[in-house]
């Protein structure tokens, strides 16, 4: 067992925990989400007087799995499959980095399995007629409506995600050969192509509106508030919705819209699904797949209207 004087107790550990994922240059976002996750579940080792790592038992994290599947959340629903699995992914690093250390002879929570996932379809992908409609909505004379376009333009042709729009700098922008230099999760870093007309915005947003909103000359980052500082993921959350709204179309846009609908209808248009993944930033071609099955629903509407027995009255 590890001889060291460090902490004892679990919370001790967990704190451990959280530094050696900050050494590893995780984001802050992931290690504050770990964080919050094993709140949990010091929470729920307290409950049952739990307070050493090596009281922590297979029969224990299985037990934990087992409440997670009984808990009823804030919306007054059971927790959903991919809330239960993220939270024991958490637990099971943890128990994984205390045997790595040997804080415990053996891990408990090894050999617990994840629930199993249903498969879930991107909901409210826009059509090309929508996308434009939203696209067209911004009042490009005025200083922030030209910028919101550009947001918009970018989304859309790119399939970014809010956090590495929000984050882009002009150093990570070519306009002129049309790519974006983005870092995805977990800090991936990838290059990605960038459309004729988004190029057309992006390239007069940053000559002719960004300097209006400049106030600090060091300021790399693409995107300003009106206020002059970076934006933030709640404002590209809420210009979305604006337009969306705006446009009257009675679907839940959002962000994340605009990247499903992306690779949705690249796919449809042909596009080999590698180079959507690639696109995407997707490190496993499971998370590009699912993409194919929404492209399916369009040969059932094909299949429904062509053919012959279908028009068959029975």
Known sequence: MNENPGPSRLDGLVQEFLKSLKVRNLSRNTVKGTAWKLGKFL??????????????????????????????????????????????????????????????????????????????????????????KILHTPDTKSVIGYRDRTILEL?????????????????????????????????????????????????????????????????KTVFLSGRHKPLSKNMVWELTKKYSKKAKIPKNVHPHTFRHTCATQMLRNKAHIRAVQELLGHSSLDSTQVYTHVSITDLKEIHKS??????DKE
Do not use: W
């Open 306 to 311: 062509c053919h012959p027995r279908e028009k």
């Open 43 to 132: 929470a729920y080792l307290e409950s049952r007087e739990i307070t050493e790592a090596a009281a922590i038992t297979k029969e224990v994290v299985s037990t934990f799995q087992v409440t997670l599947y009984e808990q009823i959340n804030q919306q007054g629903r059971p927790n959903g499959v991919h809330h239960q699995n993220r939270m024991l992914s958490a637990v099971k690093q943890f128990t994984s980095y205390l045997k790595e250390y040997d804080y415990i002879v053996a891990d408990p929570a090894k050999d617990i399995r994840y629930a199993k996932e249903p498969k879930s379809l991107p909901r409210g992908i826009l059509t090309p007629s929508e996308a434009r």
């Open 155 to 219: 989304l859309y042709s790119s399939g970014i995600r809010k956090d590495e729009l929000i984050t882009l700098t002009l150093g990570d922008v070519d306009y002129t050969d049309g790519f974006l230099r983005v870092i995805g999760k977990g800090d991936k870093e990838r290059v990605v192509p960038l459309g004729r007309i988004a190029c057309r915005y992006l390239e007069n947003y940053i000559k002719s509106v960004r300097p209006e909103l400049l106030r600090d000359p060091y300021e």
